[in-house]
């Protein structure tokens, strides 16, 4: 979904306060009738005018005839919902508030259940803005007849996209304190999360390496290191690993010791160092605990993804069997190990959110990037993750307004 910035610099206070009523309203109204947007925002005059603008700025949408006023509509309970667009302007706003945004730029990124941009902060540094999108997709994949995913009330992707970049948030930061290598976590509000903008490709746009046996140890191991933190990233794969170029590090030969061949050679040394690949991990709505009930599934499939891609892509196969599950399991044994999945429980991401968030994300048929890649033709994309890739059954917000109007009719 584009992310349309225009309407940001002329939006008044009162603009601001009226679509901050539309979405406190919206957590608990499928339809927020139009008195109630006035009596939370508290304007007196010119709610009209405010919510003219919004709605001309597709930020919030009329809906007519509201269900539970079927019988005795009247021209005045017609209401008004959040659309993404409005929620997306509100994280926006606040990012800008905050200083953590200052612009807009290219969109670098279009998951299923996601849109990337690139950003700046006010002093012009380069970050990602992720917004969540739980539920933009084909609602034909619905595999439960749950109350909230029939009604497809606005409360529940807004609160559920919430979900998501709060618990990729939690992790990002939690990982990172541990020294995994991940993007720097800057911000979350609302659905959005701003991180570090990492100068590299998905493995998957990677034909050749050097070393793959070098790289599979590498990500082997942090699979491993993951585990013995006590968590499984459940969707690691070539989408989800970008690989940063890193000059190798400079070895501190004093010159007496060179031998005679580098004391020739500095220059080009210097012109050609050894380029050492370091892979960065992304994408964290799919995390789960190491005692999650199906934790072996999970771990199995992050080992037997990254081995497939490394079979087809690089014609790499390991000599070692596993890693396993057991062993892995068997790294949180015994006294003092630090359990991340633990910690952010504690620390924002409480273990009832995560169960909401997992059983809406099972219901509405959410699972992950390794479906692309058990999906597509393996050599032939090369591009996924990127603007214009975007899986066939994305639907438009237009369409899902229509569906969504149409329960109300
Ligand atoms: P999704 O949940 O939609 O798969 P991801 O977090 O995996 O979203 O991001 C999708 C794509 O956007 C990635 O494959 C990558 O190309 C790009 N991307 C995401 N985060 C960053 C980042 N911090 N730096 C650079 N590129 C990124
Ligand atoms: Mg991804």
Redesign the pocket.
């Given at each position: 979904m584009k992310l349309d910035t225009k309407a940001l610099r002329y939006l008044t206070n009162d603009d601001w306060r009226v679509l901050t009523a539309v979405e406190t309203g919206s957590r608990n109204h499928e339809v927020v009738p139009t008195s109630l947007i006035g009596s939370i925002s508290g304007s007196k005059g010119g709610l009209q005018r405010c919510i003219s603008t919004l709605a001309k700025a597709n930020l919030i949408a009329k809906v007519k005839n509201a269900k539970s006023n079927l019988h005795r509509a009247k021209k005045k309970d017609d209401g008004y919902r959040l659309t993404y667009g409005g929620l997306d302007y509100l994280a926006l706003h606040a990012h800008q508030k905050h200083a953590t945004v200052y612009s807009v730029g290219n969109q670098?990124?279009?998951?299923?259940?996601?849109d990337?941009f690139v950003v700046a902060d006010p002093a012009g540094k380069q970050l990602?803005l992720?917004i969540h999108r739980l539920g933009r997709i084909s609602f034909r994949t619905v595999k439960s007849n749950r109350d909230y995913l029939r009604k497809r009330s606005s409360g529940s992707w807004m609160y559920m996209s919430r979900l998501a970049a709060v618990k990729?948030f939690t992790f990002m930061k939690a990982l990172a304190g541990q020294g995994l290598p991940v993007?720097e976590a800057v911000a979350q509000n609302r659905h959005t999360i701003v991180?570090?903008?990492?100068?590299?490709?998905?493995l998957?746009q990677i034909s050749e390496v050097p070393d793959p046996a070098r790289l599979y140890a590498e990500l082997m191991e942090m699979i491993l290191r993951l585990a013995g933190l006590g968590l499984i990233h459940g969707?690691f794969n070539e989408?989800?690993i970008?690989i940063k170029e890193e000059k190798e590090e400079e070895r501190e030969v004093p010159a007496a010791d060179r031998t005679d061949a580098e004391q020739q050679q500095p220059q080009q040394q210097q012109q050609n160092p050894p380029i050492k690949l370091v892979p960065?991990l992304?994408?964290f709505?799919q995390m789960v605990s190491i005692d999650h009930p199906n934790a072996d599934f999970y771990f199995d499939r992050d080992v037997s993804c990254i081995k497939r891609f490394f079979e087809r892509r690089f014609h790499f196969r390991s000599d070692e069997p596993g890693p396993h599950f057991a062993e892995a399991k068997a790294q949180l044994r015994g006294g003092d190990v630090k359990r991340l999945d633990v910690e952010v429980e504690a620390s924002g991401f409480s273990r009832k959110m995560a169960r909401e968030l997992e059983a809406y994300m099972q219901d509405v048929g959410v699972d992950?990037?390794h479906q692309d890649v058990t999906n597509e033709e393996e050599e032939g994309g090369g591009g996924?993750?990127?603007v214009g890739s975007g899986p066939e059954e994305l639907e438009d917000e237009d369409e899902d307004e229509d569906a969504l109007d149409k329960t109300h009719s």
């Open positions: 670098i990124g279009v998951g299923k259940e996601s990337i990602v992720k990729e993007p991180m570090g903008l990492v100068d590299a490709f998905p998957r969707d989408f989800n970008l960065i992304i994408d709505p992950g990037d996924g993750g990127s």
